[in-house]
T-cell receptor, first 115, second 115 residues
Framework: AQSVTQLGSHVSVSEGALVLLRCNYS??????LFWYVQYPNQGLQLLLK??????LVKGINGFEAEFKKSETSFHLTKPSAHMSDAAEYFC?????????????FGQGTILTVHP | EAGVVQSPRYKIIEKKQPVAFWCNPI?????LYWYLQNLGQGPELLIR????????DSQLPKDRFSAERLKGVDSTLKIQPAELGDSAVYLC?????????????FGPGTRLTVL
């Protein structure tokens, strides 16, 4: 079985400040990890994903995430927040075995950016 | 390239009425997914198709929910009869081949309100 826990349902930052959204996963097989963003009344859009290789993954809009196996974490960061980053962010895990091809999502973190 | 198309975007019905949602995936994508997203939650998989075959419908409440993907392209998700607890956003997604590292592309969703 696989699961994802996102720490903090709401995160608020000032424009220009560091964004840190936390994600921890549980998987009995090597995981593949994803971050998606959802703007109001829109579908989910992929920000980045980790499959194999380099553990620091760069995505769109200046976001990046680092896969840390020892900590079972895949936290999302951005050095400087923009107003346009305000949205809901979802971490997800995909694994093989009986869960092949299935994405399991976390509860989501709503990011608010203050001027 | 056109994205995943869903209709209708919004639907309001009274309980015990039937309702249907339609999805047109990205051209060439063999795998199609239906997700349920409750307010404040991450999406949860209802059913996954590989071409015309439903390969994972373990989370689909089969007493009232049904789905089909005729000719391996468009798909329809139906609820009959709808209950108050079915109020949620129904998301459709597609991917090239449904692999564990494959990116899933999401439509904007259908927001269902059951009165």
């Amino acid at each position: 079985a696989q699961s994802v826990t996102q720490l903090g349902s709401h995160v608020s930052v000032s424009e220009g400040a560091l964004v840190l959204l936390r994600c921890n996963y549980s998987s009995s097989v090597p995981p593949y990890l994803f971050w998606y963003v959802q703007y109001p009344n829109q579908g989910l859009q992929l920000l980045l994903k980790y499959t194999t290789g380099a553990t620091l993954v760069k995505g769109i809009n200046g976001f990046e995430a680092e896969f840390k196996k020892s900590e079972t974490s895949f936290h999302l960061t951005k050095p400087s927040a923009h107003m346009s980053d305000a949205a809901e962010y979802f971490c997800a895990v995909s694994a093989g075995g009986t869960s092949y091809g299935k994405l399991t999502f976390g509860q989501g973190t709503i990011l608010t950016v203050h001027p | 390239e056109a994205g995943v198309v869903q209709s209708p975007r919004y639907k309001i019905i009274e309980k015990k009425q039937p309702v249907a949602f339609w999805c047109n995936p990205i051209s060439g994508h063999n795998t199609l997914y239906w997700y349920l997203q409750n307010l404040g939650q991450g999406p949860e998989l209802l059913i996954r198709y590989e071409n015309e075959e439903a390969v994972d419908d373990s989370q689909l409440p089969k007493d009232r929910f049904s789905a089909e993907r005729l000719k391996g392209v468009d798909s329809t998700l139906k609820i009959q009869p709808a209950e108050l607890g079915d109020s949620a956003v129904y998301l459709c997604a597609s991917s090239l081949d449904g692999g564990t590292t494959d990116t899933q592309y999401f439509g904007p969703g259908t927001r269902l309100t059951v009165l």
